[in-house]
């Protein structure tokens, strides 16, 4: 192991800071590994509880429905702005670090705007829905993944397919 000190500015003052640099050991990967890595994987989505926004005996944020980056000066800071497939209000969220949900057709769109800082990616297919959900558990993604539902018992099927939560119609219609 090599050690060296170098000077880093800090507050207008200089700071000793010691670096180290450790050689890479190359390993072999046993079986042993693989097993810590799913249980390490199990371990990380232990505890987690479904969302489900909409429900009447549940308190939900307030969704905002938003077609330009000017409608969004209306919005509250405690609602969550809604929009379908649109990047340039996803990086204009994404740089002000506004929460935003949108709403996606497509696989490559759940990665990009994940990328973007969704909080919630909403999907309307159940298909789509189960093939994202997966994506997202094996990339640890930060957005969550939300199924459009009608009514209660969509919200057992959901919990079936493992996705992380679901969102009644009816409050995007609302927003």
Partial sequence: MLSQK?????????????????????????KNHI??????????????????????????????????????SKTFANEIVFFSDDLA??????????????????????????NLGAKYIVIRSKNLAKKCQKIANE??????????IKNDKGIESAANMGIDGVIYERVLKEA
């Fill in 139 to 148: 990339y640890f993604l930060d957005a969550k993944i939300l199924l459009v």
């Fill in 89 to 114: 209000l996803a990086n204009h969220c994404n740089a002000y670090e506004i929460a935003y949900s949108v709403e996606i057709k497509r696989i490559v769109d759940l990665l990009i705007y994940a």
């Fill in 35 to 72: 097993k810590f890595d799913r249980i390490a994987k199990k371990i990380s989505t232990k505890g987690a509880i479904m969302i489900i926004i909409g429900h009447k005996a549940l308190k939900s944020p307030k969704f905002r429905a938003i077609q330009s980056i000017e409608s969004i």
């Fill in 6 to 30: 170098v000077r880093a500015p800090l507050f207008s003052r200089h700071c000793e800071i010691r670096l180290s640099r450790i050689e890479a050991i190359p390993q072999t990967i046993t």
